[in-house]
């Protein structure tokens, strides 16, 4: 018994071990089979919500539903059939702005020109809020010049703005 | 008929421009007598309306008559139409929809007319302004776009249709609603150019306009998001906004319209801002035309646009000498718009105003920028691009956060100066909540559905996700901590119940707890605008018995039939639906072929909860094997954004409710015109 165990419990492990090797060749062939569907599915998403349909619908590629459209099923087949190639992200943008124009992109690029698309809101709000900063700062200065301040702290006026704010507005 | 029709347009025209012109002569000359040519000019203004409403009834009746001699006609109705769709039929194409522009304008303009013995002066003022644009409009019924002109040839036994999209009962409410909104601020504009043409003393006419102006805005609400649920319910893509052109041509007024209902308490308050809120009207004004000259001129491509035509001139004619009488105006009488008082911290409700108009408008002028960028784009790089909705929610979110927390902020904050102290006294238990809610978003499993178990640093979109229901968590727990302090103070001071006190303090600054209740409904908006980042979708070509799995949902074909009306043919799916293997609910999505415009159209079938909504739609038949296809959508949080908007309408209406008790500013306003403006008390009316 005790010569037996020791050789039974090392053709079990040695088992064990090809068994928990090939089980975790098939799991890791299987994960990455699964990761890499899951994520060509994810770039077609990505992708096909970063173009629109052509048809003059103006709709994100992959939410064009109108019946009998001549280019929303045929674009999303040329999306998938390239993902599935393996063509790189840009390179599938591109070959769709070859073959369908600049249109087809969502949104402008962040390049050239376009950059100035993306640029402006934020410029604008940077300068409104420069704006309201400089003017306040300039009213500030006006009505510590043109009255003189009250003698009392601000929680003591919180007080009675407080105060006021009760009585006023009930 | 049609020439009954087009007489009363031509009558209209003359009569609006006899009001605008004889009001001009009388007012800028102040000579005796001169009060007589105003009064005619007001009743020349009043008839105007009675001419442009016989015109609409006219060819409302020519739409239920079938009569297809007038083009307008044959070309948007059909005799299977369905009579409350005939209704539709004048504001469906580009020439009824300037008519029904025409009558609302001359609706407006008639009450105004006939409430003129609160402030003669000014109203006949704001008169003469209304006429003018009144005499736009007429002139383009008139001669650029003639809603009678006849057919040529001979007329058709049966008319070419309405869109199938405008065939949805919604469609009947949202344009009227829309439009409304539109035109009304041509009330607070004329209001506005008016008081600075006369140099109108006070803040009075800012008082007189008020409502004018809420109920505007709560019609220009209401229609935009009708729209919305439209197109959530109609066009059948999922979702309920797409950034397209005409869309953010609605948007554009809204956003000024909304900045000057908050700066305009700074005028009425504190006598500031007065420049900036003239032309602030001003622009709200001339961006509600700029978005009718947007969907008219095909400036722009889109879907919901009319078709194009020459009027776009017409429109920007119309814009530049708009623009021009603004600046004559602003330039002669600028030294009357100085303010009156100064600000004292940047911890301010002042400086809170300043900071909601600043970002209201630099989203507006995000949506601006976006909307024109392709025309510019073409004019520069001489090829057009396209500006969808990956721009503006990578542009608009993050503004739309900022405004949210400038919501739950805003009121809590006095006027003049609040310290730290308060601050935090004021913020602590609502910062806490939305840190709370927060944590419980974040922490939860994701098994829990959506808008549970989310993990903001997987994607942008789920951190927006978060950050949106925290802010809307913020604002909630701000106005509700407005409500129970006023409230209990009152309850103390009546013995009565807190819900009982609550409800009187509402009635007694109506104004102020109705605005309350406005932001609460935008922070219900926002909270059901945040699960977008959470929608799923799956589409399956489905026989009977097939099932498809989307969330905790599964659908299962239960059987295919067909509908044949005298308007259109339908092919139905019936759907159950199963959750954990109990049927819930059967749906049935449609794909309708209209026989008249030849047109097909989805009609999706929506199961909605406060959860979730489980959108069906039948996409067709794959021309292949013949099997129907079933797209099933499931966004979460969607009714939030209906609720949202319906306590935004009920707040507004609250605050357009006379106070019980006038609070002192009401009765600080309703001195004389001459009386100079005292800061009314703090927080009083606000």
Not at chain 1, 86 to 104: A, C, M, P, Q, S
Not at chain 2, 154 to 178: A, K, R
Not at chain 2, 427 to 455: D, E, K, N, Y
Request: aromatic share 12%; with cysteine; charged share 15%.
């Amino acid at each position: 018994m005790r010569r037996c165990i020791p050789r039974r419990s090392g053709q079990v492990t040695e088992m064990s071990k090809r068994y928990r090797l090939r089980l975790l060749a098939g799991l890791s062939l299987g994960l990455v089979t699964w990761l890499a569907a899951g994520d060509d599915s994810a770039r077609v998403q990505r992708l096909g919500h970063e173009m629109v349909c052509v048809c003059g619908c103006n709709q994100i590629l992959l939410e064009c539903n109108h019946v009998g459209c001549q280019y929303s099923d045929q674009m999303r087949a040329e999306l998938t059939s390239a993902v599935d190639n393996g063509t790189g992200d840009n390179g599938i943008l591109e070959r769709f702005i070859e073959k369908y124009g600049t249109t087809v992109l969502a949104a402008p690029t962040n390049t050239g020109f376009n950059r100035l698309a993306w640029w402006m809101p934020y410029i604008a709000l940077a300068a409104g809020i420069a704006g309201v900063l400089l003017t306040v700062r300039a009213w500030r200065a006006r009505a510590s010049r043109g009255s003189p301040r009250p003698g009392r702290n601000g929680s003591e006026l919180d007080h009675y703005r407080e105060q006021a704010r009760r009585e006023t507005a009930l | 008929m049609s020439s009954l029709g087009s007489f009363a347009l031509l009558l209209a025209l003359s009569l609006a421009a006899y009001c605008f012109l004889a009001g001009l002569w009388a007012l800028s000359r102040r000579e005796s007598g001169s009060e007589l040519l105003v009064e005619t000019a007001r009743r020349a203004g009043i008839a105007s309306f009675g001419m442009v409403a016989l015109a609409s009834a006219i060819l409302v009746v020519a739409a239920f008559r079938n009569d297809f001699s007038i083009a307008y006609i044959l070309h948007h109705s059909n005799r299977a139409l369905p009579l409350p769709y005939k209704f539709a039929v004048l504001w469906s194409g580009q020439e009824g929809s300037l008519l029904f522009w025409s009558l609302l304008l001359s609706a407006y303009g008639l009450v105004l007319r006939l409430r003129y013995r609160t402030d003669e002066r000014l109203f006949a003022y704001a008169s003469t302004v209304i006429a003018a644009v009144q005499s736009f409009f007429l002139l383009l019924l008139n001669f650029a776009a003639r809603p009678f002109a006849a057919t040529p040839g001979q007329p058709g036994s049966d008319g070419n249709g309405l869109n199938p999209l405008l065939q949805y009962p919604e469609m009947v409410i949202h344009p009227p609603m829309l439009y409304l909104g539109y035109i009304g601020f041509t009330v607070p504009f004329a209001f506005a150019l008016g008081a600075l043409a006369m140099r109108y003393p006070g803040e009075r006419w800012i008082h007189i306009t008020r409502r004018w102006t809420m109920v505007t805005w709560a019609f220009l609400t209401c229609g935009i998001f009708l729209g919305a649920h439209w197109a959530y319910y109609v066009l059948g893509w999922g979702g309920y906004w797409g950034w397209d052109p005409v869309e953010n041509a609605s948007l554009l007024p809204w956003l000024t319209g909304t900045a000057f209902l908050h700066s305009v308490m700074m005028q009425e308050k504190r006598g500031m801002l007065k420049t900036w809120n003239m032309w602030l009207i001003f622009s709200t004004f001339l961006l509600a035309i700029f978005g009718t000259f947007l969907t008219r001129s095909g400036v722009v491509n889109s879907v919901h646009a009319f078709a194009q035509s020459s009027i776009g001139d017409w429109f920007v004619a119309f814009l530049a000498v708009t623009l021009a009488a603004c600046i004559f105006f602003y330039a002669k009488n600028r030294a009357h718009l100085r303010s009156e008082h100064r600000l004292e911290s940047l911890v301010s409700r002042e400086s809170s105003f300043l900071f909601n108009n600043l970002v209201l408008l630099v989203a507006c002028f995000a949506v601006l920028w976006g909307t024109l960028f392709p025309v510019i784009s073409e004019w520069v790089e001489g090829h057009k691009v396209t500006v969808g909705p990956p721009f503006f929610n990578k542009v608009m979110v993050p503004i739309g956060l900022f405004l949210l927390f400038l919501t739950a902020v805003g009121p809590l904050l006095a006027w003049g100066k609040t310290s730290f102290s308060s601050l935090r006294q004021n913020f602590l238990w609502p910062a806490s909540g939305a840190m709370a809610i927060g944590v419980l978003l974040v922490a939860t499993p994701p098994a829990w559905g959506a808008p549970f178990g989310m993990r903001p640093w997987q994607h942008i979109s789920y951190f927006y996700s978060l950050m949106a229901a925290m802010l809307g968590t913020l604002v909630v727990l701000t106005v509700i901590s407005e409500f129970l302090r006023g409230g209990r103070v009152i309850a103390a001071k009546t013995a009565r119940g807190l819900p009982l006190s609550m409800v009187q303090l509402a009635r007694r600054n109506t104004r102020r707890y109705g605005g309350y209740i406005v932001h609460f409904g935008v922070a219900l908006v926002f909270i059901g605008i945040l699960g977008s980042a959470l929608n799923r979708d799956a589409e399956k070509e489905m026989s009977f018995g097939d099932s498809l799995a989307l969330g905790p949902y599964n659908l299962v074909c239960r059987s295919y039939t067909q509908e044949e009306t005298p308007n259109y043919s339908a092919n139905i799916a019936i759907m159950d639906v199963l959750r954990d293997g109990r049927q819930v609910d059967t749906l049935y999505p449609e794909s309708r072929f209209y026989a008249a415009t030849e047109q097909p159209q989805h009609v999706p079938a929506v199961r909605s909860t406060l959860r979730e909504d489980l959108y069906v739609v039948y996409e067709g038949q794959n021309p292949e094997t013949g099997r129907p296809i079933i797209k099933a959508h499931l966004n979460p949080l969607v009714s939030w954004i209906w609720i949202g908007i319906l306590v935004m309408a009920s707040g507004t209406i609250l605050a357009l409710v006379p106070n019980r008790v006038a609070a002192p500013a009401a009765l600080a306003a309703k001195q004389g015109a001459d009386a100079q403006m005292h800061p009314a008390p703090v927080g009083a009316g606000d």
